[in-house]
């Protein structure tokens, strides 16, 4: 094949690729052992009104009340910030995008199942992940979710999806319209999507969420950028050949 037409083929699978619909979305892993004291503990259920209706100043929630699952502030610290409790990666999630409507669905969900497994299990359970996004409000937009256990979203530095504790599969909906104004958002304005997710108990995870929220992808390289690098790389290899 000559380099001419290795050079169409990848510029043709480039053009292909533009009729895909998937979306990335950055996400922020922290891995987890059984012996923290807020992981594989009991599992009560349900429980709203565990952390402050607002961020703290340094962007994660705040502990309010641990209902008898999370044992301090101290503790819960470490759910949401670089400290020696954890193991951080740093990574992302693939959603579907379609007409405007962005869908994740994993209902066996274990993202980190490549690095060591706590329990001895076939899983690696125990980890908390937290998607920081913004997104401009042009009305009408909407958010679901189904998940466990703990599942807090933010929009603007305002809670407006309560799904705390080690529970089964919850369900929670956001209307953006009906929550403008405790939200305090404005058609036309850029605001700030925090979910915080926290995985704590075994056997089951699952996260699943629906939303016609335009939020921001994982930027990518451009067309050109990945040709131009391609087209060396072909050269390269079309020199190796000559020698």
């Known amino acids: 094949m000559s380099i001419r037409s290795k050079i169409t083929l990848l510029v043709g699978l480039f053009s292909i690729g533009a009729f895909a619909s998937p979306i990335e979305l950055s996400v922020?892993?922290?891995?987890?052992?059984?012996?923290?004291?807020?992981?594989?503990?009991q599992i009560l259920g349900l429980q709203t009104g565990m952390v402050s209706t607002d961020l703290g100043e340094d962007g994660t929630p705040v502990l309010v009340d641990g209902k008898g699952t999370i044992t301090s502030a101290s503790t819960f610290n470490d759910w949401f910030h670089n400290t020696t409790a954890s193991t951080v990666y740093e990574g992302s999630i693939v959603a579907d995008q379609t007409n405007g409507i962005i869908t994740f669905r994993d209902n066996s969900f274990f993202p980190l199942d490549q690095y060591p497994h706590q329990l001895n299990n076939t899983h690696n359970y125990l980890f908390t992940m937290h998607m920081e996004n913004t997104f401009t409000y042009q009305g009408g937009e909407t958010f679901t979710f189904t998940g466990d256990d703990d599942v807090w979203v933010?929009?603007?530095?305002k809670l407006a999806m309560d799904l705390g504790g080690v529970h089964a599969a919850a369900n929670g909906s956001i209307n953006l319209d009906a929550?403008?104004?405790?939200?305090?958002?404005?058609?036309?304005?850029d605001y700030s999507f925090n979910l915080f997710f926290a995985e704590r108990h075994t056997t089951e995870s699952n996260l699943v969420f629906q939303t016609s929220i335009k939020l921001e992808s994982v930027p990518e390289p451009s067309m050109i950028s990945l040709l131009g690098l391609s087209i060396f790389g072909l050269l390269g290899f079309a020199v190796r050949r000559r020698k």
């Open 28 to 41: 922020t892993y922290r891995d987890f052992e059984a012996s923290h004291s807020d992981f594989e503990k």
């Open 154 to 157: 933010f929009i603007n530095g």
């Open 179 to 189: 929550a403008a104004s405790k939200l305090g958002i404005t058609k036309g304005n």
